[in-house]
């Protein structure tokens, strides 16, 4: 099976597990930033993760719906960080992110969390998904959360 050589065709990126030159994936990173092109959302630049895993990181205010973002984009990670949260957290400051974090966070912001997030008719659920999605490679909403959560803490 052959590469796709019609124009505007993403083509796939080298496998460089194995290299240090992560400048193959600048194309990727490009493509990230013009289809989330939100001024809340910064990129920054291209690392190795652990000596192989390319990432980019991406920083977010803390209340804000990762759920958007791909854990990857064409092989390049996607490490998502946040910014000031401004609000009360309730929980125990040194359980930061964990299951029982977020759901007092949410549970003391509800009403604040749906307004920035721009959807009044969001559930307890969907919120809690929305805020963790993204925290950890593998965590695409909140079951994974806590399930990564449990994993760690045996």
């Known amino acids: 099976m052959g590469v796709d050589q019609r124009p505007g065709t993403p083509q796939p990126l080298p496998d460089i597990r194995y290299r240090r030159d992560l400048s193959v994936f600048e194309p990727a990173v490009t ?57 009360s957290f309730g929980a125990d400051p040194t359980d930061a992110f964990s299951p029982q974090w977020m759901e007092d966070f949410v549970d003391s912001n509800e009403a604040q969390v749906r307004d920035q997030l721009g959807n009044p008719e969001m559930s307890r659920e969907e919120i809690l998904d929305a805020l963790s999605a993204g925290i950890g490679f593998k965590t695409r909403g909140f079951a994974d959360l806590r399930k990564e959560w449990e994993s760690r803490h045996r």
């Open 31 to 87: 493509e990230l930033r013009s289809q989330f092109s939100d001024e809340r959302i910064k990129f920054g630049s291209l690392a190795s993760y652990h000596g192989n895993v390319p990432v980019v990181e991406v920083v977010t205010p803390f209340v804000f719906d990762r759920r958007q973002f791909p854990s990857k984009h064409r092989g390049l990670w996607l490490l998502h960080h946040f910014s000031g949260a401004g609000y």
